[in-house]
């Protein structure tokens, strides 16, 4: 497969770098300490047309690939994972009401998500209902031209920040297959009963908001159901078909930072006379490293690749995603040891990096839940 870049994705990417370069470094320990971000930031990325660039160009997106937006997820992630994570999750459930959407949702949010008038969230993990999301317990009942929602959601992205989230909720509870029981639901986040709470004490993306969200008698139009009645399992997993790339490019972006700061590091730290770069363990990791990002990358630009051209092979993209989380965990990891105690200290990039890789082994479907649909897929 060539993956020779297009010029326009070559400059997508430079465009990228020189944006996060130019403004997160000076930030980046500020928000990680604080647990905070500052949304002219993610404001900024809007106006330079680094949001939402897979959005249809009729709803003011730039029209590209899901292949272009790992691209700058990549190079954002390179420079800083928890930046980067704030202002790329912004419009996490675009991809889910592109698939699904009808027109008038998507008329009404995804322009503001590219204009940086809103922020969106998709919620579907519960204090009780992780990997299992077949046992999503949120409801939601029809009551007349409206849906009725209770329940709860635990770690919902932006639920402090967003305009709209969507819940995934279950709406035909005694439907005897497990897979026909939910769908997803537009929540503006104003409506009464919607209660938020931030998550504090997270181990890393601390600059990303974390929510715990409550709803009591959340009534929404019955018109904000997304996609069809009973179908929520099947568009969730076509959803995180496309979300699962992004952290592919994720993990890329930080096992190359903790590359590069690896590489400076060895190179100007001496120790028994000696560059530490000159012992042949510490070329051993760097050589090491440098090939699994190499494969990681090549994993998910041919996931990516793939579900552009519309090949949806679900095989490949939990390989891809669970490679690159554990990679990107096993790089930070000898970053940070080849740094020695100054890696243990936050003044140093590589011990951040190495609190934001985990994540990545996490959400969006953990590693052992990305193995088991890889054997899935080969043992049938
Ligand atoms: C910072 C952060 C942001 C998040 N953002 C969102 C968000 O925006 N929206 C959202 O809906 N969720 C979000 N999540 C939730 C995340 O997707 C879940 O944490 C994840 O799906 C795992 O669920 P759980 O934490 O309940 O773990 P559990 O499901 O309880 O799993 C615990 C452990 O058991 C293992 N396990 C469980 N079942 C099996 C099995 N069958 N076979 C083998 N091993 C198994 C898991 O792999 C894991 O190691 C976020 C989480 C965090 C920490």
Partial sequence: MDFTLTKEQQDIIKAAREFASGEFPDRA????????FDLDLWRK????????????????????????????VEEFWAVDPGIGQAIQSTTFGA???????????KRLI????VAGEAIMGTAITEPDAGCDVTSAATTAVKDGNEWVINGSKMFATNGNLAKYMVIFCQTDPDNPSHHKRHSFILVPAE????????????LGIRASDTAELTFNDVRVPALNLIGKEGEGFHELMAFFNRTRLHICAQAVGLARAALEESVRYTQ????????IASFQVTQFKIAEMATWIKAAKNLYY????????????????AMAKWY??????RCADEALQMHGGYGYIDEYKVQRLYRDAKILEIYEGTKEMEKTIVARSILG
């Fill in 29 to 36: 320990q500020e928000f990680d300490r604080n647990e905070s």
């Fill in 324 to 329: 690159s989380a554990e990679m990107a965990v």
């Fill in 45 to 72: 990325a809007c106006e330079l047309g680094f949001v939402g660039v897979f959005i249809d160009e009729e709803f003011d997106g730039a029209g590209y690939g899901f292949f272009e937006h790992c691209l700058i």
């Fill in 268 to 275: 100007q730290r001496h120790q028994f006379g000696a560059s």
């Fill in 95 to 105: 991809e889910l009401l592109g698939l699904f959407g009808s027109e008038d949702q």
């Fill in 302 to 317: 041919e996931a990516a690749w793939s579900v552009d051209q519309g090949k949806i092979d679900h095989g490949l993209i």
């Fill in 191 to 202: 409506t009464p009963g919607y209660e938020s709470t931030k998550i504090r004490g997270k």
């Fill in 110 to 113: 995804l322009p503001q998500l």
